[in-house]
């Protein structure tokens, strides 16, 4: 099962990169999902977000980013769980800070994920962004 959860979590950071949205990136949650994202440079104050909220977010990302990618430093896999440690960048549609339209913002993601039914219950993001 856990090799089974890292390829499914690889292939889920797959269909970010390929601008997934609706349909094709709700196929990757368990219909309960919650994602926590601790508090960083993006959002101060952190958040949770259920499915729909997830959703949403990733519709507006389309608008702020015109591509990502994300590079598996290290991966752990054990049960139910996946703990990835990634390298992150993301090329800007929109001017963000001091970065232009363009421009590649930089991230360090630690992405801890819960599995039930075969797809992600659970998120916890710790985003480390490079200064903008």
């Not at 049960?79 to 992150?88: M, N």
Request: include cysteine; proline fraction near 4%; charge should be negative.
């Amino acid at each position: 099962m856990s090799t089974t959860n890292l390829e499914f979590a690889r292939r889920y950071l797959r269909a970010i990169e390929e601008g997934a949205t609706g349909e094709a990136l709700s196929a990757f949650f368990h219909p309960e999902v919650t994602q926590r994202e601790y508090p960083n440079r993006l959002v101060p104050s952190g958040a949770t977000r259920d499915l729909k909220a997830l959703l949403e977010g990733a519709e507006r990302g389309q608008k702020v980013m015109s591509a990502q990618r994300y590079d598996i430093r290290n991966a752990v896999s054990e049960g139910d769980q996946v703990a990835l440690e990634i390298d992150w960048s993301g090329t800007l549609a929109v001017a963000v800070g001091t970065l232009p339209v363009g421009g590649t913002m930089r991230a360090s993601f630690g992405v801890f994920l819960t599995f039930r039914d075969g797809r992600i219950f659970s998120q916890h993001n710790y985003d480390c962004f490079e200064p903008y």
